[in-house]
C-alpha cells in the first residue's frame, strides 16, 4: 500500500462498488452464455461478487452508521465510486467479459492481500474469507485466458482494458499487478468518472428499492 | 449412454462421481460437456462441490468408460446347482425354530 492510502472505509467502499457492479454486468450473462455449463458457472460468480460486496457494505454500514442495503441501494448515481472498468456492458462480447474478469481478478487479488494484512481485525478476517472463494474466480478467469489466449479478439480486449485495471489498485502495486499480468505499466485510468452506460445500470439496480420508498421489504 | 461424440460441438461429455463422506463408496452423480480437464474440473467443482455435498470428485471422459452391452452371462449347460437363487431359507428356518421350540419344552 503506498504512502498516501486512503482511508479505510473509503477502500472498502470502492472495492464493495466494484464487486456489486460487476457482479450485475457479469449476471447479464445469465441465460445466454456460450455453454450451459459456463452459464452456470459464470451465474455462480457473478452471484458471489454480490455476495462479497454484501459483506464489504456492512463493515462500511457499521462505521457510518447505515446499512448495507441503503449503501447499494440507495445512493445518488455519483455517489458510488466503483471503476468504469466494471461498469462497460459487454454483452455479447465474450473475449472483452473474459479479458476484463481476467484483469479484474488479478488485481482484486492483489487488493485482498493488502486488506488480509489490516490492523482491522474485522476486515482481515473478511478478506481471508473472501479470498477463498476469489480463488476458484481466479482459477475460471485464468482457465479461460489461457483458452483465448491466442485469439486476436481477446489480446485487442486486453489492451484496450488495461489501463482502467490499472486504477483498481494503489499506485504501489501497479507494478506488481504489470508482473503478474506480463504488460508494461503505463498510464492508468483512475476512478471517479463513471462510464456513459452508469445512470442506465444504476436506474435499473436501485429501481425496485426506489419504487417504494422508505419500505420494509 | 453413447461414446459418440457429437461433430456438431468441440465439447467432450464427463462423468461425474462423488464421495459424499470419506470413506463412503464413490457414486454417479451425472454428466457434463467441457472441452479438456481443466474446464471439467472447474465445472464438476461447480456443480457437484459448491454446497459442500462432497468431499471427492472422480471426474472421468465418457469415452474412457468401458460399457459391457450384456452383461449377463448366459447359461448353456444345465448347472443350475451352482446357483443361489431361488433357494430359500424362509421355510427351513421356519421349521427350525418350531424344532427348537419343542425340544426346548
Redesign the interface.
Known sequence: MSAHAPPLAETLLAIADDELVLGWRDSEWTGIAPLLEEDVALSSIAQGEVGHARALYELVARERETTADELAFERRPEEYVSSPLVEFRLVPDWARTIARRYLYETADAIRIETLKGSDDADVAGLAAKIEREEAYHRLHAEMWAERLRDEPRFAAALEELWPYVLGLVEPGDRGELAHRIGREPQYAVERGAHDDGWPALWDEMTSVRRSIPGATW | MGSRRDARRG?VIWEVFRQERPGAAFQHGGS????DR??AE??A???YG?RNESVALWVVPREAILEVDEPYVADVFDRDYRRVDGYSLKTKLKEARERARTTAR
Open positions: 465439447g457434463l460437456e467441457a472441452p481443466a474446464f472447474a465445472y467443482r461447480e456443480f459448491r
